[in-house]
């Protein structure tokens, strides 16, 4: 099958009306309660390229994996050459003629470059043995049509990023796909390699073959798409040609809400600069980020994800190092890659995932929330279950955690009052720098009201607050500036008055202030 | 799609952009070369170790000493081949002590009441029979997704209770050399041109399950499971399938070896093959199958089992207390350890500067 000729598509070369070869016809998947895809539709044709595009949590990655095989859809169907199919597993969408190549390069980092391209599709001598000259060569054929130069037999073990991604995209190119998905492919490469990948999608294209790319990156997408459809919140929202839209369009489509008052921050006087980062870089991860944060202030982190913002806040925090660079705290230097030091000078860090990196899920609330302090709370080296219970019952009744008891497992609360818990355990240190990231994830819209008017109060009473947010109304209505992060590089600092979704999106996708300047 | 492609001059990309160094080309010699270094340096360890033995005891090396050694590892090796195909896939399977019991019993049982029976017959009882456990071991594994640490070490136990209640519920807690018919009492002594046939066996075993592991879709299918599990489910290999039938082929071998230890040592109770599993673990991480899964070979783990094999043996003739065995055998442990993880960083240090460009 490796060497059949392309099914017979007419060769449409990307004027898009060719047939249609894979359709998603309202397609739901839901995980436990959260509802990722609701009635999502998508429809490929033969020789297309086509962008799907949507902000983080649209959905696009969930519609992905129903294709390649990995999540069966909940409702809807799935249609290829017009016939319903049920794509049960990765082996029967790649029967199908669906390939995939991931974000995250998925290869088996043993085995050799060659034997990862053609795994379970390795050429055969007699008797069903691999032919292991035939699988060198065919992959060095494939190597030298992609212009790259990489030893089949080497193993894929210690390959840059940007070697494992070109690996997968040979591994999509050697078999007969009809469907070519590119999950943000371009992420890890540079200019010249995603012109080579740019290649390989338009001669595929050329011979009929369905391209679905998915994309932050507009240039990219209006580069070498044809049609373009939008995503947000699960849901479909558009489809067009690619030529009938502009990126501003593209860009409210996508975000397309109406910015709630569900946020009430406060006007504060803002005091004087506590936190000061000045050309912190991690190499490969961010580059010369400099910001100051003042006392009563809430400076939000935006951008995509991925674009290094949690990278950033953890460096300052002292959980990853970073190679160059200085952060100062109330004007004394701090030192690098200690977070007890962070603590001390008066930071607190409240993570991204509160289950994985904020909470013991299996102790007590009144443990959990008294964790951060359990060395001064101790006297002489033993904790008193009193003591914390006494501490943990304040904190709750300012936050008003809704807990059974305070002796309960932290497992048992929901998720908003678990992030409150959270708060609780860093705001009882109490700091003059707080960072929260993403600290309504999961959370449902009242207590999410309730973190919201609690960071205000905190900003008010004088905290400097960090906010890592990927939700833009929230970045919009909790932030006095807004520090714009693409891909790893601090590209904008938006003061409130100036800051709404289209100039946030434009400078988050790297579009530059040249084109937010044009849409002002 | 290949056809098409190749007809046009996709992606013909100026060489200074095409061509980072060609250095990248040597990567996978360098590899190659790694992996003999690594089975060259278990044979030196065997060399070094046999060398000293004979200066200090020249009858060492003597035909019928020798004779022994290769009867001892056949056992052993045969375990670590069936041992290797599991750890490959990132599993492991402790079971194989008590499967070679209740092998060895059911084959010696089956002689007993039926001493007629064919030696192929018995061969192939005894297999059966520890295709069954694997059966059960990799059916709980693949499918239940259950770790194989626990389930094996489940079943370590509950194939040996069966064997003793098998054992003490019949009349024969044991089988004597006296109850077994002479054409398969000659076969644990037999020999092909000088060398035991239970060693040859065994040898055929290894050379098989090392060509298919080498030669076959599936077989490279179990590296990659080992290697990444989730890039093996997006890559469409059925992993619980291949899961299953390594533990199936385990098995199967294990009730080889079982059939070979009635052969040689003729004497069977309930207790045969106590604590061989973590020997067997021992042979193959010693001989370089990675313990998480995805590289080494049966070659390699061969060699380990000869090589413990013979450190039992010699070190008494060195004038050391054989209980210093268990001391040498952590030691060699430690050693091979220490020593892939140092090959691995060279690797990764070297191929990382080849990786890297501009």
Known sequence: ?520 | MSAPLTEQPAAPLPEELAGPERSGRRGGALVQRLVVVRELGILAALVLLVVATVIANPRFLSGQNVRDLLLSAAILTVLAAGQTMVIITRNVDLSVGSVLGLSAYASGTLMVVAPGTPVVVVVLAGMAVGAVCGLLNGAIVAVAGVPSLVVTLGTLYAFRGLDSLWASSSDRLQINAADLPSGFKSLGGARLLGVPVLFLVAVVVVVLVGYYLRTFRSGRELYGIGSAPEAARLSGIPVGKRVLTAFVVNGALAGLAGVLYAARFQTLDTTAGTGQELFVVAAAVVGGVAIFGGSGSVYGAALGALLLTTIGTALPQLGLDPFWRDAAVGALILAAIALDRALQLRLAARLRGRSARR
């Not at chain 1, 212009?147 to 080497?154: C, E, I, K, Q």
Request: glycine letters at 10%.
């Open chain 1, 1 to 520: 099958m490796d060497h059949a000729p392309v099914p017979s598509a007419p060769p449409a070369a990307g004027s898009g009306d060719g047939t249609v070869v894979l359709a998603l016809e309202d397609v739901g998947k839901s995980f436990g309660a959260v509802a990722a895809l609701r009635g999502a539709q998508l429809e490929l044709r033969a020789g297309e390229a086509h962008a799907l595009v949507g902000e983080n949590g649209a959905g696009k990655s969930t519609l992905v994996k129903v294709l390649a095989g990995v999540h069966g859809p909940d409702t809807g169907r799935v249609l290829l050459d017009g016939q319903p199919v049920t794509l049960a597993d990765p082996a029967a969408a790649r029967a199908a003629g669906i390939a995939v190549i991931y974000q995250e390069p998925t290869l088996f980092p043993d085995l050799s470059v060659a034997e990862n391209i053609f795994m379970g599709r390795q050429p055969l001598l007699s008797g069903r043995r691999i032919d292991r000259r035939g699988l060198a060569e065919r992959c060095r054929a494939l190597f030298e049509r992609l212009g790259v130069a990489l030893d089949p037999d080497r193993p894929a073990r210690g390959l840059s990023i940007a070697d494992q991604q070109m690996v997968e995209i040979a591994k999509a190119l050697s078999f007969d796909a009809r469907v070519l998905v590119m999950d943000e492919p371009t992420a890890a490469l540079s200019g010249v390699e995603v012109e080579r990948l740019f290649a390989v999608a338009r001669s595929l294209r050329a011979s009929g073959a369905a391209v679905l790319f998915i994309s932050h990156r507009f240039d990219e997408v209006f580069d070498l798409c044809d049609r373009i459809t939008v995503m947000r919140d699960g849901q479909w929202v558009s489809t067009d040609l690619a030529r009938d839209l502009t990126v501003d369009q593209v860009v409210r489509r996508m975000v397309g809400r109406e910015v709630s008052s569900l946020f009430p921050k406060t006007e504060v006087e803002p005091g004087e600069v506590v936190l000061e980062v000045r050309g912190l870089t991690r190499r490969g991860v961010f580059s010369d980020v400099s910001f100051d944060v003042r006392a009563g202030e809430i400076v939000a982190l935006a951008g995509l994800v991925g674009a290094g913002r949690s990278e950033i806040v953890r460096a300052v925090f002292g959980i990853d190092p970073y190679d160059a660079g200085s952060v100062r705290v109330s004007g004394k230097a701090l030192k690098k890659g200690d977070p007890a030091a962070a603590m001390a000078a008066g930071i607190a860090l409240v993570p991204e995932d509160r289950r994985q990196q904020g909470l013991v899920m299996e102790l007590s609330v009144e443990r959990n929330a008294t964790l951060t302090r359990r060395w001064e709370l101790a006297k002489g080296g033993l904790l008193s279950s009193r003591t914390e219970r006494a501490e943990a019952a304040e904190w709750s009744k300012r936050l008003q955690v809704k807990a059974g008891k305070l002796s309960d497992p932290v497992s048992t609360l929901s998720g908003g009052n678990q992030q409150k818990v959270v708060l609780a355990k860093w705001l009882s240190t109490e700091p003059t720098v707080l960072i929260v990231d993403e600290p309504t994830r999961g959370i449902d819209v009242g207590t999410k009201s309730e973190v919201h008017r609690l960071l205000s109060q905190l900003a008010a009473e004088g905290l400097a607050v960090v906010m890592v947010s990927s939700e833009l109304p929230e970045v919009l209505g909790m932030a006095d500036r807004v520090l714009v992060v693409s891909e790893g590089r601090l590209v904008d600092d938006i003061p409130r008055a100036r800051a709404d979704e289209d100039s946030v999106m434009l400078a988050a996708t790297g579009q530059g202030s040249s084109i937010a300047e044009v849409a002002r």
